[in-house]
T-cell receptor, first 114, second 114 residues
Framework: QQQVKQSPQSLIVQKGGISIINCAYE??????FPWYQQFPGKGPALLIA?????SEKKEGRFTISFNKSAKQFSLHIMDSQPGDSATYFC?????????????FGRGTQLTVWP | EAEVAQSPRYKITEKSQAVAFWCDPI?????LYWYRQILGQGPELLVQ????????DSQLPKDRFSAERLKGVDSTLKIQPAELGDSAMYLC????????????FGPGTRLLVL
């Protein structure tokens, strides 16, 4: 059972455009929602993360929007650049017996055309 | 900047052979994770350590996989015997204890089983 569902699977955006990736979860015990960026042959690297006590978090060109009631969160990349071309994973973790364990989405392969 | 170290970076083996992967977490990180990432999918947790103790190994195929972290620092993941379906990227991550803490990933070991 996929704990975190991510869409789209792939995304093509022109340079300067906005990239939007969406994720949904079911487990209401989740209280930490990071986004990871992964380049080919590399391990994932934390991009930005949010906790459910805020609805939005912005770091530079990257923004997370969080909708607790809908159990959805999304990543917005403003002014997308060719260097942003990578695979993006949303993830979630929570307390209890699964403390710290990250549940990842299937990933979105982003291509930004110059 | 401190990083998670993994070796080897690449491993080719024949089915039924034994393989071992090594991980050295960031100094001071008591929590260590091994994830498996199949091509085109997100990482999935295999085992989680808190110091030298296993916290979660519910997804570890214990008939062929084993993991240890004897002194609570570096860790080894072993597969014996390897099967064709084990071909994947094996990622190690570490963090400070507790949920919601940033997990830092190593570069991974790419395993190909022939």
């Amino acid at each position: 059972q996929q704990q975190v569902k991510q869409s789209p699977q792939s995304l093509i955006v022109q340079k300067g455009g906005i990239s939007i990736i969406n994720c949904a979860y079911e487990n209401t015990a989740f209280d930490y929602f990071p986004w990871y960026q992964q380049f080919p042959g590399k391990g994932p690297a934390l991009l930005i993360a949010i906790r459910p006590d805020v609805s939005e978090k912005k770091e530079g060109r990257f923004t997370i929007s969080f909708n607790k009631s809908a159990k959805q969160f999304s990543l917005h990349i403003m002014d997308s650049q060719p260097g942003d071309s990578a695979t993006y994973f949303c993830a979630a973790s929570g307390g209890g017996s699964t403390l710290g364990r990250l549940y990842f989405g299937r990933g979105t392969q982003l291509t930004v055309w110059p | 900047e401190a990083e998670v170290a993994q070796s080897p970076r690449y491993k080719i083996t024949e089915k039924s052979q034994a393989v071992a992967f090594w991980c050295d977490p960031i100094s001071g990180h008591a929590t260590l994770y091994w994830y498996r990432q199949i091509l085109g999918q997100g990482p999935e947790l295999l085992v989680q350590f808190q110091d030298e103790s296993v916290v979660d190994d519910s997804q570890l195929p214990k008939d062929r996989f084993s993991a240890e972290r004897l002194k609570g620092v570096d860790s080894t993941l072993k597969i014996q015997p390897a099967e064709l379906g084990d071909s994947a990227m094996y990622l190690c991550a570490s963090s400070f204890p507790g949920g919601g803490e940033t997990q830092y990933f190593g570069p991974g070991t790419r395993l190909l089983v022939l």
